[in-house]
């Protein structure tokens, strides 16, 4: 009787010790978690293109002769009809008045090409005048977003010069052929640019909005982990500091966020730590953002 209560109180203290070796070798996931927020997310495609002035014109004198004066310089607003040099031609025994050249459209000095002193002739380019009140933007876009480019679509751009500022526009024109070596289809936008801060030649970034959604709830594209295909989020439980998993009915993404549908806003997911996480894992929490 002794001996196998002494068998018995023995394999117990293997089983007690057995189990404690397992419980102290449990896996914990440090993770990072972040509140679901809502967000304005936009789907959108993101290229860089130039702005060029609406109308463009290089003025050419109408005779031959010497170039005794510019009468504009870069910049200056110009006229119609208004002079942009004088010429003075040459010709032995004869004396002639200053020739004008005129301007050919309304709008801006964009370069002045001669000094004065200068031999021309009607292929000598005088001045560039640029018509700037609206620009217009050219791009190619790859041809799977033929189907979600539309006249009349919104379109913005940023440039380097204002960081801070977004410049709106609208599509008017779809090329309706795709190029066969690149594989894409010319957009062309106009921009109201009355304001005369867009200059024509600048690099723009430009942004095609495909599809909005507004104050969705929102989280991290990186928080979303796959399985057999489908999108699943990992909850953090603080109160039994473990993982929960959820699977998701997704929407609309952009480069960062994603809209998620059945979750709850303020709901506090994991973003950070999530490799080889399971359902019921047991987390600790190293860090968490709003």
């Known amino acids: 009787m002794k001996r196998i209560l002494i068998i018995t109180l023995t394999g117990l203290l293997i ?113 560039l005048i640029v018509s700037q009140d609206y620009l217009r933007l050219q791009a190619d876009i790859p041809e799977k977003y033929l189907g979600d480019i539309n006249l009349g679509q919104k379109i913005y751009v940023k440039v380097e010069a204002y960081p801070d500022k977004i410049f709106w526009g609208k599509i008017d024109k779809i090329s309706p052929v795709v190029d066969k070596v690149s594989r894409t289809f010319l957009v062309e936008a106009v921009f109201d640019n009355k304001e005369n801060i867009l200059k024509s030649g600048m690099t723009a970034e430009t942004h095609i909005i495909l599809s909005e959604a507004k104050n969705a709830l929102s989280v991290p594209i990186s928080a979303v982990v ?29 480069t960062d966020y994603i809209e998620v549908k059945n979750l709850k806003e303020g709901t506090e997911i994991i973003t950070v730590g999530l490799y080889g996480i399971k359902d019921k894992s047991s987390i600790k929490i190293v860090n968490s953002g709003e």
């Open 15 to 127: 089983v007690g010790c057995h189990s404690k070796k397992e419980t102290s070798n449990e896996d914990i996931f440090y993770v990072q978690t972040q509140k679901i927020k809502r967000k304005d997310l936009k789907n959108e495609i993101i290229i860089a293109a130039t702005l060029k002035a609406m109308d463009e014109a290089v003025i050419y004198p109408r005779t031959n002769g010497k170039l005794i004066k510019n009468l504009v310089r870069e910049g200056d607003r110009i006229k119609k009809d208004e002079p942009v040099a004088l010429i003075k031609k040459d010709e032995v025994g004869v004396v002639y008045e200053p020739a004008p050249v005129p301007s050919t459209l309304d709008g801006y000095v964009g370069r002045v090409y001669q000094d004065a002193g200068a031999d021309v002739n009607p292929q000598t380019p005088i001045a």
């Open 226 to 254: 796959y399985r057999d295909n489908k999108p699943y989020v990992y909850i953090a439980d603080r109160e039994n500091n473990i993982a929960i998993e959820k699977q998701v009915v997704l929407g609309l993404k952009n």
